[in-house]
């Protein structure tokens, strides 16, 4: 590479390891690169935008400028938000229900960031959010490559990941680009949710059904027969055309090993526990009417809602 090559350097560190934005830099003060603090050049004209620059060297490179600078710009929101210079930053997540996203502010129970901190296993984290003086959370940077997949399976707090790009055009607002935060649920989804325990407890009480905390996921249908409101099951298949019995016992009374015409044979089915008539899959999976329309058993579920 040429000599001449410039490194751009978006934003800068002044003597107190502030980091600078170029059009709030003042023209002869001293600024440094916050990868490998060489003293950068503040390139302000009438025509391009102002930047920082150095030259080209062998110990430093765009890449790990972006990635220093993404890191460091989050450390810094976060430290003026807890010294109340400014709002907490933003974290778009999104609902695990509905998709939608949310702006949260980051919580308040977050202390302070570190930048680079070493965990127990000898991975280093980008940025940890630090609650009681442990790390609560961590910030990872993506500049051109995803986050090692061994540290990602190894990291035993909660990560998201961000984009440095994103980051550097506005710290302020975190947009994970992948998200292994706990999950989240809108409000409106909450709500939703809660109707849907009340009722559905409701429906359990009135048709004697047991319903099971884990494994098996529900949901409400008309039976086709006696047209009553009744509770079906799903659960986890190795296949759409798994036949074996649920895996988790007690299994609902409901769910019973019975010949459907339909199917000319048997499999595991939900009955209706009002009338005993078999409730078929196509219905239950398929008909966009159906309580479990576009659930793939093959997946695992998460939890039951
Ligand atoms: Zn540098
Ligand atoms: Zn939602
Ligand atoms: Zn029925």
Redo the contacts with the bound molecule.
Sequence with gaps: MSNRVKLRVPFAFDNEKQLYDPQAAEKGKHYFCPACQDTVILRKGEIKTAHFAHKTSETCNQETILHKTAKQLIVQVISDWKLGKTDPPILRRS??????S?DQPLPDKVEYAVLEHRVTNGFVIDVALMVENEPAAAIEIRVTHAVDENKAKSLSIPFIEVEGQTVIKNPTVLEPIRDHFLSF??????K?KARFHVKVNNVAKQTDVELPNHYYRYGFCECWKCKREIIVFAWPKASEWDNSAPKVKPIPRTIQYRYSKTVSGKYWANTCPRCNSIQGDWFLFSDPDGPFFGIRCEKKFARCI
Excluded: D, L, M, Q
Aim: glycine fraction near 8%; hydrophobic fraction near 20%; charged fraction near 30%.
């Design positions: 609902c695990e229900i509905c998709r939608k949310v649920t809108c409000g409106p989804c909450k939703a």
